[in-house]
Each structure stands twice: as structure tokens, then as C-alpha cells.
């Protein structure tokens, strides 16, 4: 009974036009998306990317010649199959994008971050996930290679 009242609740969203990103057929968790991750991404030890300047490890940065676009297809990759929705600053315009993955995991980019670069960044919070496959939580700025 369980699984057909999951399949019918799955076929509403779909049908109300508020399906899951990127069109997937099912709601997906963070372990699913992880192997696209790491074939396309530097992938150590829970951590992508290097690790910044900063005194915390969970800062780490992603090198690009086009930083926007890598960080903003960095969030789609990881995101695939999770329920979006925008992220509004205080004067109410969008500025970024939050996803909820099944497991629990919450993805947020925004194009412009609060370090002193505006680098685009992408945060992972896996605090309330039920299993992030290794992944650890992070910030990641993405940085204009030299």
C-alpha cells in the first residue's frame, strides 16, 4: 500500500508542474547523483574541489575558466531529481537556488557569495541527511582560474 500511495503522491507533483529537477522520474538522493559527481569533479575523502584559504576545511574552491557557469551546472549535477525553489534576499529578489534531495540533503548556490571575490558558491549541508555517501559538509567557491 505503502509503495502505490508513494507512486500516486510521485504522479500528483508531476502532474501539478512541480516535478523534480530536471525532469527526473523520481525523487533522487545525494548518493544517487554522487558518481556523476565525482567523474566530473575533483572528489577527495567527502570533499570536492581544494581546499581554500580559509582556517576551516569545509571552505574548498573549484577553478574555472567561466565560474558561473561551472558553478551553476556543479548545483544541477548534484541537484538532479530533488525539489527546488528559489532563495530571496532581504529586499525580496532571487539570488540563488535551494534544493531538498530525498535523503534529506540541502544544496543552495547562489551566483554571488559574501566572500570578498562574489564568488558564485555552492553550499552542502548534509546535517539532516539519512545517508550522504561519504560526502562531507562544505562550501565551495567557484574561482577564475589563472
Avoid: C
Amino acid at each position: 500500500m505503502q509503495a502505490s500511495l508513494n507512486a500516486l503522491i510521485g504522479k500528483w507533483v508531476l502532474d501539478m508542474g512541480t516535478g523534480y529537477k530536471g525532469n527526473a522520474a523520481h525523487y533522487h538522493s545525494i548518493v544517487e547523483n554522487l558518481p556523476e559527481m565525482e567523474n566530473s569533479y575533483p572528489y577527495q575523502n567527502g570533499f570536492f574541489g581544494t581546499r581554500g584559504n580559509s582556517k576551516r576545511g569545509s571552505i574548498r574552491h573549484i577553478g574555472s575558466d567561466d565560474p558561473q557557469r561551472t558553478a551553476k551546472e556543479f548545483y544541477d549535477k548534484l541537484t538532479f531529481g530533488g525539489k527546488e525553489e528559489p532563495i530571496y534576499d532581504r529586499q525580496g529578489n532571487e539570488h540563488g537556488r535551494k534544493t531538498t534531495l530525498s535523503d534529506g540533503s540541502i544544496i543552495s548556490w547562489r551566483n554571488v557569495s559574501h566572500s570578498p571575490d562574489k564568488s558564485p558558491a555552492v553550499d552542502i549541508n548534509i546535517e539532516r541527511s539519512s545517508n550522504s555517501g561519504g560526502i562531507r559538509q562544505q562550501k565551495i567557491h567557484f574561482i577564475k582560474e589563472n
